[in-house]
Structure formats: C-alpha cells, structure tokens
C-alpha cells in the first residue's frame, strides 16, 4: 500500500462494489436465518398482542356507542315492575313505575273498560 500512495497522482475516496470474502459470507447467512427466525417470532408475538388489543378497543368501542345514545337521548330503555290503572271515566289505561311516575298510558281495551266488582271496590290492596 506504502508504494501505491508513494506512486500515485492524488488519493482520494472513492465508492466501489467489493467481493465480499466467504467465511464474512457464511457469516451473514448465519445472521439471515437468525433474524428471520426472530422477525417470525415477534410477528406471532405482535399478532397475539394485537388480537388482546383489537378485542380491548372493540369492548371499548360498544361501551361508548352504547353511552353515547343514552346520553343522546337522555333516557335509557329498562324492564322493570311497573303499576297499571284503569281510568274508565277517560278510558285510558296508565302504567306507574316504584317511584310513581307515569311511564307509559294508552288507551283502554273493551275487556279492561268491563266493570266488575273488583274494579268498583279498588282499595290499592289487591295483588
């Protein structure tokens, strides 16, 4: 090397192409199959980990479409005990909930306007 950088106009840096020595070769293989064997890996890893996120981000995503009608509305649609009275002087039946609101009235059925002795003598008792 001394003798070409004795002998030469100028040295300068230059980019080439380079045969790369086998045993560096062989090297690299190594490291290839290494690599592929970890990006499989971390791929079955990301996989799995994004099945636990996408199910996370999907109950979340039901949770909010579920608040955002109730708060949309402002109501929310429920089941529970409710109390039905017969007005047959306006012929219309009303159903109360525990805390005695009407909830929902509509108008009475021929077979609820048939007056009985038990919907004469109405104490609020009866079952």
């Known amino acids: 090397m001394n003798f070409l950088r004795d002998n030469c106009d100028v040295v300068e840096n230059l980019g080439y ?4 020595p086998s045993e560096k070769l062989e090297g690299l293989k190594e490291r290839l199959v ?17 099945k636990i996120y996408n199910e996370q981000i999907k109950q979340l995503e039901e949770s909010n479409d579920e608040v955002t009608a109730k708060l949309k509305e402002k109501s929310e649609y429920v089941m529970e005990e409710c109390f039905k ?27 609820e306007l048939q007056k009985t ?6 104490t609020g008792t009866e079952g």
Do not use: W
């Open 117 to 122: 002795i038990y919907h004469m003598q109405r």
């Open 85 to 111: 009275f017969v007005d047959h002087e306006e012929r219309k039946v009303g159903y109360y909930n525990h805390e005695g609101l009407l909830v929902f009235s509509r108008p009475a059925r021929p077979e």
């Open 17 to 20: 192409t380079k045969a790369i």
């Open 34 to 50: 290494e690599n592929n064997i970890q990006l499989r890996d971390v791929r079955a890893d990301k996989k799995a980990a994004n």
